[in-house]
């Protein structure tokens, strides 16, 4: 199939269908409910199932139980219903049940706004709901990465039996881009027999299946941890991905942005490369695990003066990248989170300001 | 010389957790039997609640999944969606159903979700230590109503069954008890009518289970059985209450 024009909110909802996905529950929440509308009448033509829930947390558990039986899944939200998922997607976690959740971010705290925002950096990659679970966070920067990164959250998913959570903002749903569908994304799932609870029946077993997230012995709860841990030590070593972007001459400041906003700083980089100002750019396509490494070497360059995170929020990647340049060169933020993006003339003003004050 | 009466398959050797004089007992004994005469017991699927059947997975023999307080109603629509061919139910009590998850009983009610539930209303919270329910009755003494269920302050206690039949999709919804003989033989006979419906794929059930919890109600195994009958059931009265066409 060759390429198509369509809404990310859209392609995104395609995309879950192309990677083997016929199972979609969802809430509307401005700006992602033409995902649930595309899908609504997409799902049937496919032999699909679609519902509309009657709340986000609900929604969050119909995926855990129908992901607890050994089905694909996928919900899409935004900001404020992602809040409500965080319950279910702790105890999916803990449950360690695969699931694909997309967050078509808006501006918050509260209702916010609904213009594109990244301010739910935190809430993917640091928690969101309680305990010690952590989600695989991939940060799409046009609709046709989004598609991509649809398709392959379903295998990693089951990869890890975690939910893997897409971090798209505002624009990401709302634009229209060509795209195309690659094949060769399509999966076919894992066998879940040794944990599923499909019926005995389905599996011609005669042992039973238990999906829970109770441990109330201390020694038993603390090795569940344990586990959960080494799982996510595996995506740190694993699942790293990264677009560097101008790296290979001698820039005087490193920016690391993601998402849309590391396309108006790949605009910025590309005029200030017009006045002989080089600035180079790691734009994290994993936000969990972060590429720490990639960050620290790229900051340790002789020539980089300055290490800039800017993203569409008031300062939350900063803390990674402050934690991956670990006080080699300093590290600055800026951004904006009112809903507008800030343009490729604002980014080329803040860049030279703070390498002139480094 | 055979056994005429046994342990079902569906039930496993463990002893229970549950307190002396607690029904929780009889009614998994039910649902097992039930399971077990249907033979359904390699395609059900059961919910366990947050409360004190958290540990139900432990006495039942066949696949289950435990949920968050409340949510058990939309783990079983999500299985019920993609599984279909899959026995579904909901076991969970009062605090459980009738508090914290009340929006999802009652939109899996309305979607007409081909699963059961069975609902244990002993009219206290019994695992986080006998508080308030919303089927707490008047008067009734817990730890946070320790001057007794002021209903000028709270309102009265929720009739689940009542409230779930007001909806005009079909479902089968009644109330039964298990504090006397008479009553186990009726309960288990509007169980399994519950499964019934399900597996025949025509609506929604739900059994309300009046139960007892002598030790948040402060009274012995027989006095709680004693208090069920004369202060619960005049308010909960008992039967059906929807019945398919």
């Known amino acids: 199939m060759g390429k198509v024009l369509m809404k990310g909110n859209e392609a995104i909802g395609e995309a879950a269908i192309r990677a083997g996905c016929l199972n979609y529950f969802a809430y509307p929440i401005t700006p992602q409910s033409e995902v649930a509308e595309y899908l609504s009448r997409r799902m049937p033509e496919v032999g699909g199932m679609f519902l509309q829930g009657e709340s986000e947390v609900a929604v969050s558990y119909m995926l855990f139980g129908a992901s607890a039986c050994g089905e694909r899944v996928f919900t899409t939200s935004s900001s404020p219903g992602v809040s409500l998922m965080s319950e279910g997607l702790s105890y999916i976690s803990g449950a360690q049940c695969p699931a694909v959740f997309v967050n078509i971010m808006r501006g918050g705290p509260g209702l916010g706004g609904i213009l594109p925002s990244q301010g739910d950096y935190f809430q993917a990659t640091k928690g969101g709901g309680h305990g010690d679970y952590r989600l695989l966070v991939m940060a799409p920067a046009s609709v046709q990465e989004a598609v991509e990164m649809v398709m392959t959250a379903f295998p990693l998913a089951e990869k890890y039996r975690n939910p893997v959570m897409i971090l798209g903002d505002g624009l990401i749903g709302q634009m229209m881009e060509p795209v195309e569908f690659p094949d060769d994304l399509a999966s076919e799932p894992v066998n879940k027999d040794d944990w599923a609870t499909s019926g005995m029946d389905t599996r011609k077993s005669e042992n039973r299946n238990l999906v829970k997230s109770l441990y109330l012995s201390s020694e038993e709860l603390n090795k569940h941890n344990l586990h959960l841990k080494a799982k996510y030590d595996r995506m740190r070593r694993e699942e790293i991905r990264y677009e560097k972007y101008n790296i290979d001459c001698d820039y005087k400041a490193l920016i690391v942005s993601y998402g849309t906003m590391s396309r108006v700083c790949k605009t910025a980089i590309d005029n200030l490369k017009k006045e002989d100002f080089k600035v180079g750019m790691i734009r994290p396509q994993t936000l969990f695990p972060f590429p720490e490494k990639a960050v620290n070497e790229a900051a340790s360059k002789n020539s980089c003066k300055i290490v800039i995170s800017i993203e569409m929020s008031m300062g939350q990647m900063v803390e990674d990248v402050e934690r991956a340049v670990i006080g080699k060169r300093p590290v600055r933020w800026y951004g904006k989170c009112g809903g507008d993006v800030p343009t490729p003339e604002e980014v080329i003003d803040v860049i030279k300001s703070m390498v002139k004050e480094a | ?245």
């Not at chain 2, 019920?80 to 969970?92: A, E, G, H, N």
């Not at chain 2, 948040?216 to 619960?232: D, F, R, S």
């Open chain 2, 1 to 245: 010389m055979s056994k005429t009466f046994k342990k079902p398959e569906c039930l496993s050797d463990l002893h229970t957790h549950y307190c002396p004089g607690c029904t929780h007992g009889i009614i998994h004994r039910l649902v097992a039997e039930v399971i077990d005469e249907l033979g359904i017991k390699g395609r059900t699927v059961g919910i366990a609640p947050v409360g004190c059947a958290v540990l139900a997975y432990n006495y039942f023999t066949f696949d289950f999944q435990e949920a968050a307080h409340g949510r058990a109603p939309a783990m079983a629509t999500g299985i019920k969606r993609v599984r279909p061919d899959l026995i579904v139910f909901t076991y969970q009590g009062d605090g459980d159903l009738a508090s914290i998850g009340m929006g999802e009983i009652i939109h899996a009610a309305n979607r007409g979700e081909k699963f059961t539930t069975i609902f244990v209303n002993n009219a206290v919270y019994g695992m986080t230590g006998g508080q308030m329910a919303p089927t707490t009755m008047p008067d009734q003494r817990t730890t946070t109503s320790p001057f007794g269920r002021n209903v000028k302050e709270v309102g009265m206690p929720i009739k689940i069954a009542e409230l779930l039949s007001a909806l005009e999709t079909p479902g089968y919804i009644t109330r039964q008890s298990v504090v006397k003989p008479k009553y186990i033989v009726r309960a288990k006979k509007a169980i399994k009518k519950a499964f019934q419906y399900q597996i025949e794929g025509r609506c929604f059930s739900l059994v309300e289970v009046v139960s007892t919890c002598p030790t948040n109600w402060g009274l012995t195994p027989v006095q709680a059985i004693k208090w069920a009958e004369e202060t619960m059931l005049p308010y909960y009265k008992l039967g059906e209450f929807k019945v398919p066409e």
